[in-house]
């Protein structure tokens, strides 16, 4: 059974640093691609980050492009996502997700759909 569990959310203020990490347990992180998404209250999931298999190949979305690194570590089986320079706007919570993808990332816009696997998320809040 697959198992991705979030943690690292908290309440900072504009210009502040966090770092979220995801915990995968039951799944090959060589086959698959590890994304992380964000849902704002009253807005639709948008994807901010993907991390392919191989790690060779990322994906960010324009707004937080430059402030948002996505990483993994193997032997840990963890995600990480490191967002600097946080703004009011990515207040949400933070959810990462897997789909089995073994190769380069397509580079286009994350789809909800096709990430077969979610964890519980974890909140991030940003005040001005």
């Known amino acids: 059974q697959v198992q991705l569990v979030e943690s690292g959310g908290g309440l900072v203020q504009s210009g502040a640093s966090l770092r979220l990490s995801c915990a995968a347990a039951?799944?090959?992180?060589?086959?698959?691609?590890i994304g992380w998404f964000r849902q704002a209250p009253g807005k639709e999931r948008e994807g901010v980050a993907e991390i392919s298999n191989s790690h060779r190949n990322t994906y960010y979305a324009n707004s937080v492009k430059g402030r948002f690194t996505i990483s993994r570590d193997r032997g840990q089986n963890k995600i990480f996502l490191q967002m600097n320079s946080l703004k009011p706007e990515d207040t949400g919570v933070y959810y990462c997700?897997?789909?089995?993808?073994?190769?380069?990332?397509?580079?286009?816009?994350?789809?909800?759909?096709?990430?077969?696997?979610w964890g519980q998320g974890t909140r991030v809040t940003v005040s001005s």
């Open positions: 039951g799944i090959t992180l060589d086959h698959h691609a």
């Open positions: 997700a897997a789909r089995f993808l073994i190769g380069p990332l397509d580079g286009g816009r994350m789809d909800p759909t096709a990430f077969g696997s």
